[in-house]
Structures are given as structure tokens and as C-alpha cells.
T-cell receptor, first 118, second 112 residues
Framework: DGGITQSPKYLFRKEGQNVTLSCEQN?????MYWYRQDPGQGLRLIYY???????QKGDIAEGYSVSREKKESFPLTVTSAQKNPTAFYLC?????????????????FGPGTRLTVL | KQEVTQIPAALSVPEGENLVLNCSFT??????LQWFRQDPGKGLTSLLL?????REQTSGRLNASLDKSSGRSTLYIAASQPGDSATYLC???????????FGEGTQLTVNP
């Protein structure tokens, strides 16, 4: 089955720890994204990557880091510098913006990781 | 800066009703608009995507319209069912890149 997987489903972090959230896709999509969702709020963009070995900051990148060494993988590290990391984290992917076609740029989402700081 | 607003924040209807969810955006220079469904504790499921050159898209009981000049989109759900209960999010993609800007969502409850 094609899709996006995120792991773990639930993650608990102690104060001062760095944690890494996994996101893998087998849709052959070029672009991948990380969003954060807080209760009762819409999604906010953390980082995105349109091609391997390249990524850009979103609206709330402070305290987060990413890498894009492989097309299918886009891990997100939540560092100790992130002051309020408790949230629901969603990964998404899409075809590259210039791929063409009537439904290109449609974003598909993974099931999410819920991170809680203890 | 693009801002997306969804009204109402919550909606409760009896089964069988037709209903409309509203989405407005401040900058009409969008590339496309996407409607999503989110069940509690789950990821987002894409429902419909409307390109900026289109006026509407339909999928089953769902119909989404786009009025780019007025900065509005509506999601029409016909003959609502309890299984439609979820949060519905709209998001716009701006011309300059591939990022999405989301509204805060409408939480829909369909009562049997």
C-alpha cells in the first residue's frame, strides 16, 4: 500500500531531551512537510523540503531541525530549545510544484505523532 | 500574510440535513484550495482540491466551490450522516510556493 507512515504514534520527552520523529513515504513524492497542531487550532508549518538535501524553514522553525538525505524520509528533531513542544505533529508529502497535472500539489498526510513533555 | 478563517467553529445537525461549511481567505492570489477531514487523534484526509481556475469540485455527497475574487470557499455536504462527524479544515496554497495555510477548522457533529 502506498502512503505516509509516522512513528512513534505517542512519544514522551523529558525536559532537556532531544527527540526525533520519523516520517517515511512510498508515494515517490518530491516534497515533504512537517506541521504542528495544537488543541483547537489549525496546522502551522515547521519545515518543508521540495527536494533531497534541501529544506526551508516554515513559520515556527525555532527549536526544531530536519534532514532530507533520502527522498522517502524526512525526520524531525525536536530539540531542548523548543520551549513548548507538547503538540500533535503531522507529516505530509506532495508531488513537486512543477510536476504538472490537475491534482498536483495535493498534500497527503500521515497519521501523526503525539508528543508530550513530562 | 495570508489568513484563513472558518465559520462556524462548531456545528451540530440532525442526520439527513444538508449543510454548508464556510472558509474565507484574505489574499485572493492563491494557487489552489484544499478541504480536509480530520477524525479525533488522526491525520488529515484530503477530500477535495480546487485549482484557482476552477469554480467547484464534486466527490459523492461533497461539493466544494471557490470564489477567488471574494476570497471564499464553501463545502456543501448533502444528506449528512453520523459518519460525517469530524473536523473539517480548509487550506490554501499560495502562488509563490507549495506551502499550505490552514484555517482552524469546523467541528461537525451529525446526530442520529
Amino acid at each position: 500500500d502506498g502512503g505516509i507512515t509516522q512513528s512513534p504514534k505517542y512519544l514522551f520527552r523529558k525536559e532537556g531531551q532531544n527527540v526525533t520523529l520519523s516520517c517515511e513515504q512510498n508515494l515517490n513524492h518530491d516534497a515533504m512537510y512537517w506541521y504542528r497542531q495544537d488543541p483547537g487550532q489549525g496546522l502551522r508549518l515547521i519545515y518543508y523540503s521540495q527536494i533531497v538535501n534541501d529544506f526551508q524553514k516554515g513559520d515556527i522553525a525555532e527549536g526544531y531541525s530536519v534532514s532530507r538525505e533520502k527522498k522517502e524520509s524526512f525526520p524531525l528533531t525536536v530539540t531542548s530549545a523548543q520551549k513548548n513542544p507538547t503538540a500533535f505533529y503531522l507529516c505530509a508529502s506532495s508531488m513537486a510544484p512543477l510536476a504538472g497535472g490537475p491534482s498536483y500539489n495535493e498534500q497527503f498526510f500521515g497519521p501523526g505523532t503525539r508528543l508530550t513533555v513530562l | 500574510k495570508q489568513e484563513v478563517t472558518q465559520i462556524p467553529a462548531a456545528l451540530s445537525v440532525p442526520e439527513g440535513e444538508n449543510l454548508v461549511l464556510n472558509c474565507s481567505f484574505t489574499d485572493s492570489a492563491i494557487y489552489n484550495l484544499q478541504w480536509f477531514r480530520q477524525d479525533p487523534g488522526k491525520g488529515l484526509t484530503s477530500l477535495l482540491l480546487i485549482q484557482s481556475s476552477q469554480r467547484e469540485q464534486t466527490s459523492g455527497r461533497l461539493n466544494a466551490s471557490l470564489d477567488k475574487s471574494s476570497g471564499r470557499s464553501t463545502l456543501y455536504i448533502a444528506a449528512s450522516q453520523p459518519g460525517d462527524s469530524a473536523t473539517y479544515l480548509c487550506a490554501v496554497q499560495e502562488t509563490s510556493g507549495s506551502r499550505l495555510t490552514f484555517g482552524e477548522g469546523t467541528q461537525l457533529t451529525v446526530n442520529p
